[in-house]
């Protein structure tokens, strides 16, 4: 057991934002920090896994914002580590909806449903600013059609009638990551600049994976976390990257408890859950080609196998299809075998394509919700942006600094959004150190102060020792304080 060990600063979660963090410590000369992770590898919702001969991305899939003014910083990452990426257009989906029977809906009537779909998310959003509500639409009876558009503004591309920040500030464009190396290669690039590495594994001891983090006690003097197996370590400082999901679960304990406004605003954040499901054929029946990546499956109940896209462009010759499903429908899909997901799978595609087509003859069915180290996909704030909830979702509690995604005010919901959160509270963290150790001088002046004026009366056998307890530490001092009886001072 590698218990008890002391650091400066304990990070806990080895996702993107926790690797950011750590990366700018280290950068910033605090080396002796600890990470402890959960899970046997990092990355978080960053993941890859060999599925059907080719790697696929279980978590974050796209870089999303890119070919504005300003650069994402993630797409500056992925240009540096040379990630094979490819332009991703969602525009055209919209012209390959199916409806049960494999007919595709003609283009005009579907453009003028996406119109009027816009328009009346438009004029709810006017609404919820006016009455002050949280933008959700009155259910209306909608057609298989305008369901399925419905799921595509506001599950697959995030509402895109708001102004979202990502796209304002970095551009509109997304790019897939198709790289065998995987999206979570960028953390490795980054834990190499200050980690110990050797051909892509992470040797360095201050990296702890299988590590769950089940008790923070905390005080002004620091923090102490306890691990699943029984490990304890000490920290000056935590910074705390788990997900929003994780935080409203009860696999943390916190001693002394969340202050009630932590909690509160813990509790008022969404969870969204989004599922990626890929399915292996031995050939293609679908169509390939230009503005046919994306497809729609249009089904009386919404967000049913809804989203769909073949992989062709990413790794021509897989054979691999991948349907989006979102909130409850990847709830309820976690919760069945892989073998009746496959089965509804195929009922769906049959519609579109025909009773002709082959059988999958693989399957791969994340389960986000059902991970106690994720707890769901990302964060989803409110409609209108409360900005005391921003402040307080990432405040930090006492010794206790807080990161990851939802703590990002402009991009949470994004892997940018992680990394710059991540950036931001070391940077915070090291003003904070900064500022204790100047309270710590100038407690030390208090201390010496009374000290001089008592020594300087005081007939010295050995002068030295007055200039040297100028190289004296904080509990030397305590201890000499005792000796002289100097009054106590508050540390
Ligand atoms: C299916 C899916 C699709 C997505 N698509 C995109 C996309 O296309 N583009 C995009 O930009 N973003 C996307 N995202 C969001 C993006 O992946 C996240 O916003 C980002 O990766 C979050 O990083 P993080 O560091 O905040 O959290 P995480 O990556 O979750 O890191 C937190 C870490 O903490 C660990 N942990 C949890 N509990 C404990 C514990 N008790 N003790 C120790 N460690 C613990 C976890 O194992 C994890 O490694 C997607 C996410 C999902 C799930």
Redesign the pocket.
Known sequence: MDSPSSSSVII?????????AAKVLAENGVEDILI????D???????KERFGGVSV?????????VGGAESNP?WKLAAESGLRTFFSDYSNARYNIYDRRGKIFPSGIVADSYKKAVDSAIQTLRESNKNNNNGDSDSKALTPMELAIDFMLHDFEMAEVEPIS?YLDFGER?F?VADERGYDYLLYKMAEEFLLTSEGRILDTRLKLN????ELQHSRNGVTVK??DGCVYKANYVIL???IG?LQSD??SFNPPLPRWKMEVIEKCDVM????IFLKFPYKFWQCGPGKEFFIYAHDRRGYYTFWQHMENAYPGSNILVVTLTNEESKRVEAQSDKETLREAMVVLRDMFGPNIPEAIDILV?R?WN????R????NYPIIPNLEDFHNIKAPVGHIFF??????ER?????????L??IDTSKALLEEMRKEKERKSENQTLLLEPLLALTGSLPLSHPDTVSNIHKCDIPKQLYLRDQLGIPEAKL
């Open positions: 806990i979660g080895a996702g993107i934002s926790g690797i950011a402890l992770e959960a899970s590898r990092i990355g978080g919702r960053i993941q991305e279980l978590g974050a899939g796209w870089i999303a914002g993630i990502t997304e897939m590590k769950v983090v089940r691990t699943e990257s788990v997900s994780v696999l943390l859950v989004y599922t990626k994340p986000w991970n106690r180290f994720q769901g996909s990302y964060s990161t990851g995604e939802h703590t990002s991009y949470n919901g994004y892997v940018h959004g992680g990394y959160s991540g």
